[in-house]
């Protein structure tokens, strides 16, 4: 790690179909070994199919899904005297949306389907109506933050 400054902020640009950041942001998750074109074709086929199935718009079920996804407070390990607790934290927006992303990519390939747009289809229909593996994952973490409440004052 450098002592010297911080990093700077990667700046990444709107995905060109629907200029949506977070849907780029969410292509980058996808690719594989630099294969951008791979992971937009996956991303925009589910989006195709979301449009066709629901007649609205793609972005917002997109926008929908994620922000029911997003945690809002996770459990961190704080040590205090050789003991460590699980101490629950609040979620900055930007690490939220990130968590959000990283859980909904991971639902999506434990997903038993043919195709990896079908899995993507399957998991943000079932996300945007608060079901799916994805949405059970920031319910167990609000689970653990609340079972954790007493630690609370060991926050830093």
Do not use: C
């Amino acid at each position: 790690m450098s002592r010297k400054k911080r990093a700077p902020k990667r700046i990444f640009y709107p995905d060109s179909k629907y200029g949506s950041l977070i849907l780029a942001k969410f292509i980058n998750f996808v690719m594989y070994d630099g294969e951008k074109a791979a992971s937009e074709k996956i991303i925009y086929e589910a989006l195709d199919r979301i449009k066709e199935k629901t007649k609205e718009d793609p972005i917002k079920i997109f926008n929908d899904a994620i922000s029911k996804i997003r945690p809002n407070l996770e459990v961190r390990s704080r040590r205090v005297g050789g003991a460590t607790y699980q101490v629950p934290q609040e979620v900055k927006t930007k690490r939220s949306q990130t968590l959000a992303l990283r859980w909904l990519l991971q639902a999506t390939r434990k997903r038993k389907n043919r195709t990896m747009s079908d899995k993507l289809f399957n998991e943000l229909m079932d996300a945007s109506q608060n079901k799916g593996s994805a949405v059970k994952k920031r319910e167990d973490t609000h689970k653990m933050a609340e079972s954790n409440k007493a630690f609370a004052h060991y926050r830093w």
